[in-house]
T-cell receptor, first 114, second 114 residues
Framework: DAGVTQSPTHLIKTRGQHVTLRCSPI?????VSWYQQVLGQGPQFIFQ???????GRGNFPDRFSARQFPNYSSELNVNALLLGDSALYLC?????????????FGEGSRLTVL | GQQLNQSPQSMFIQEGEDVSMNCTSS?????WLWYKQEPGEGPVLLIA?????ELTSNGRLTAQFGITRKDSFLNISASIPSDVGIYFC??????????????FGKGTHLIIQP
């Protein structure tokens, strides 16, 4: 079975632009979470979605938004990009929302903001 | 927000040696997890702990959930070259509600000298 897939793998944007990152969870997994990993740090929780509804949100500004589709795939959107948004954005899935600690991560989308 | 203090930051060891790393928090967590991340990959779950005092093994890996709920350690016995990577502890406040996501430490970078 395919693991969590993310696209694009790498992208470069300039300050003020907008970016959309995409994630497909493991087949049968209904919950998708997004994490931001700045170089040299551990991942930081951004959002969790289950059955198309937002179930959790980390301490990120409103420039960050996400949604989940009926097929359980998800998009993370970031508006008005800042230099500090440069990071690896990780998507993770798990089967149900109540087992959210045991996550299966994708390889990430590396965003560079110039 | 919650912070996890993970130590050591990095370890340089010889193949065959045992490894020990730990994680402490000022806050109580109801779930402790240990993940490993290799270059270009997302984190992979190694061990999940759900009860204070719990000691769990996964092959050469052993982890414990501290009695106070504020700490956890991970031991690796007889290290081998493929153990190289960054090890992250992660804690979750809720018992599976998902609203809080995972809080990650900054990681322990394990380097093995042949």
């Amino acid at each position: 079975d395919a693991g969590v897939t993310q696209s694009p793998t790498h992208l470069i944007k300039t300050r003020g632009q907008h970016v959309t990152l995409r994630c497909s969870p493991i087949s049968g997994h209904k919950s998708v979470s997004w994490y931001q990993q700045v170089l040299g740090q551990g991942p930081q929780f951004i959002f969790q979605y289950y059955e198309k509804e937002e179930r959790g949100r980390g301490n990120f500004p409103d420039r960050f938004s996400a949604r989940q589709f009926p097929n359980y795939s998800s998009e993370l959107n970031v508006n008005a990009l800042l230099l500090g948004d440069s990071a690896l954005y990780l998507c993770a899935s798990n089967r149900e929302w109540w087992n959210t600690g045991e996550l299966f991560f994708g390889e990430g989308s590396r965003l560079t903001v110039l | 927000g919650q912070q996890l203090n993970q130590s050591p930051q990095s370890m340089f060891i010889q193949e065959g040696e045992d490894v020990s790393m730990n994680c402490t928090s000022s806050s109580i967590f109801n779930t402790w997890l240990w993940y490993k991340q290799e270059p270009g990959e997302g984190p992979v779950l190694l061990i999940a702990l759900y009860k204070a005092g719990e000691l769990t093994s996964n092959g050469r890996l052993t982890a414990q959930f501290g009695i106070t709920r504020k700490d956890s350690f991970l031991n690796i016995s007889a290290s081998i070259p493929s153990d190289v990577g960054i090890y992250f502890c992660a804690g979750q406040l809720g018992s599976g509600g998902g609203a809080d996501g995972l809080t990650f430490g900054k990681g322990t970078h394990l380097i093995i000298q042949p």
